[in-house]
């Protein structure tokens, strides 16, 4: 067999969409969401391993770089038919010489437990540090009323405002597991600049003034009948108070409204705040889980 690994171009959209839906089924994608990814303002590294007719077998990606711990995040999106040793080494030699051309040190990745990617990232020295999870509520019935802590009140995302969102959330994330500070411009990239980007979908929670939090929505792309929440965050004063359970149960009530079938997003396995937990007792259920590997590349 020959493989090759060549860059990514526009036309690759629709079979990378077709790989990563048949790689990992519970986490789907669309063109409007490939076409956004490849189109943002941080630098990163997109590849496809191809065959010997150009066809491609496996989509990777490089991003979220940290140039102060060295460390480099990478996609690696393989469907079960195509993972073979030949073209998995393809795209971890690939995103490993590309990683280390960066000057990086340390190479993440994630994959499921289930995949045949896992026990080849063992075999080449990766080690399991951390794990995630998708989690997913059905709407087939409405869901509870929130409860909002007394002085709160909650509207939808007002025009000029999403700088101050954007700072509100950094601020509910930064006791989280090795944050780093985000940018604004590649923030609002994805979350603003998105074809789908829908501020009735937004719910933020203000105490006079101040934002104490916020739930930014969206339906999920690939899954038309899936809300998605992008990002739930209490700002740390505001905390033990209930208000994140409240900005959940609202965001169920927006997608019942809207006739979805269910509500879904992602968390980190060990989150600092209790999320898994607060998400368990709003009636969510873990439907897939996805482990972080790490190795130190040079």
């Known amino acids: 067999m020959t493989r090759a690994v060549r860059a990514v171009a526009d036309a690759d959209v629709p079979a990378i969409v077709a790989l990563i839906n048949e790689a990992t089924p ?3 994608v669309d063109d409007g969401e490939i076409r956004l990814w490849l189109s943002s303002p941080e630098e990163s590294d997109f590849a496809l391993v191809v065959d010997e007719r150009d066809e491609p077998l496996v989509y990777a990606d490089l991003s979220s770089a940290d140039p102060e711990s060295g460390r ?8 079960r038919r195509n993972a073979d040793d030949e ?3 393809a795209a971890l030699d690939w995103a490993e010489t590309t990683a280390g051309g960066r000057g990086l040190r340390v190479l993440r990745a994630v994959t499921s437990p289930d995949s045949r990617v896992a026990p080849f990232l063992a075999g080449r020295g990766y ?18 009323e929130p409860s909002w802590p007394a002085g709160i009140a909650v509207r939808n995302l007002e025009p000029g405002e999403e700088r101050a969102v954007f700072e509100a959330v950094e601020d509910a994330f930064a006791d989280h597991w090795e944050w780093t500070p985000g940018i604004f411009e590649e923030w609002a990239h994805h979350m603003v600049e998105a074809p789908d980007f829908d501020p009735s979908l937004w719910l933020i929670a203000r105490d006079g003034a101040e934002i104490a939090g916020a739930c930014i929505c969206r339906f999920a792309p690939g899954e038309p009948e899936l809300g998605w929440v992008r990002q739930l965050g209490v700002r ?30 992602g968390v980190d396995g060990e989150n600092t705040t209790g999320a898994v937990r607060l998400y368990e007792r709003a009636g969510m259920h ?10 130190e590349i040079r």
């Open 286 to 295: 873990v439907v897939h889980r996805f482990d972080t590997y790490e190795k």
């Open 72 to 79: 480099i995040w990478l996609d690696l999106r393989v469907p």
């Open 26 to 28: 519970k986490a789907r």
């Open 127 to 144: 080690r399991p540090i951390r794990h995630a999870f998708r989690m997913r509520a059905d709407l087939d019935a409405p869901p509870p």
């Open 87 to 89: 073209t998995i080494a």
């Open 236 to 265: 740390p004063p505001w905390r033990r108070r209930g208000l994140g359970t409240s900005l959940l149960l609202a965001s169920f009530g927006l997608f019942w409204e809207r006739r979805a079938l269910g509500v879904g997003l």
